[in-house]
């Protein structure tokens, strides 16, 4: 079966700072990897997702990943954090074989002034 | 946004009671999911529907239910809630899998135990 995990709980950035959430995924076929905010009290909306096209990704909001096969990752970047990217990040993967759509543990950001 | 309506948002009920949630869609998606989050744990799928009366188990699936009659609704029941069933649920929509993933979200469903 296919899965994410997403490392670190929690990170913690200054305003103006590189964000950078990681995702390493596990899959025996070519994977279709998403990334997810939720902001408090919200559901989860879409930020970006890959699904082999091209392996940089661009999604909302300035945010993008970028697909490693080589390392099994799919880590979100954002070059300046801004106080409104405060909130949770998942990864999440659309297992082929099951329809079923995975996600990981979440990784909540934190924006400094 | 995408029609996804949770039902009810709040909910606060006794332990060994049954309690039913419902999602409705208004997008005609073929795929409905549902969810639980809990703090560390991130989202865990409980169940997700494929069509009508097509549904399948997720990951924790036990102690609940799950049913499609229509395109539009996808009820969940907690057959006996327990404590450990206390968490935020969430209903999910996309119109495939694949490519074709592109999940919306309803709002969520406090559920609380006692």
């Known amino acids: 079966a296919q899965s994410v995990t997403q490392l670190g709980s929690h990170v913690s950035v200054s305003e103006g700072a590189l964000v950078l959430l990681r995702c390493n995924y596990s899959s025996s076929v070519p994977p279709y990897l998403f990334w997810y905010v939720q902001y408090p009290n919200q559901g989860l909306q879409l930020l970006l997702k890959y699904t082999s096209a091209a392996t940089l990704v661009k999604g909302i909001n300035g945010f993008e990943a970028e697909f490693k096969k080589s390392e099994t990752s799919f880590h979100l970047t954002k070059p300046s954090a801004h106080m409104s990217d405060a909130a949770e990040y998942f990864c999440?993967?659309?297992?082929?074989?099951?329809?079923?759509?995975?996600f990981g543990t979440g990784t909540r950001l934190q924006v400094f002034p | 946004d995408a029609g996804i309506t949770q039902s009810p948002r709040h909910k606060v009920t006794e332990t060994g009671t049954p309690v039913t949630l419902r999602c409705h869609q208004t997008?005609?998606?073929?795929?409905m999911y549902w969810y639980r989050q809990d703090p560390g744990h991130g989202l865990r799928l409980i169940h997700y529907?494929?069509?009508?009366?097509?549904?399948d188990k997720g990951e924790v699936s036990d102690g609940y239910s799950v049913s499609r009659s229509k395109t539009e609704d996808f009820l969940l029941t907690l057959e006996s809630a327990t404590s450990s069933q206390t968490s935020v649920y969430f209903c999910a929509i996309s119109p495939g899998t694949g490519t074709r993933t592109e999940a919306f979200f309803g709002q969520g469903t406090r559920l609380t135990v006692v």
């Open positions: 529907s494929y069509g009508v009366k097509d549904t």
């Open positions: 999440a993967v659309s297992d082929q074989s099951t329809d079923k759509l995975i």
């Open positions: 997008e005609n998606h073929r795929y």
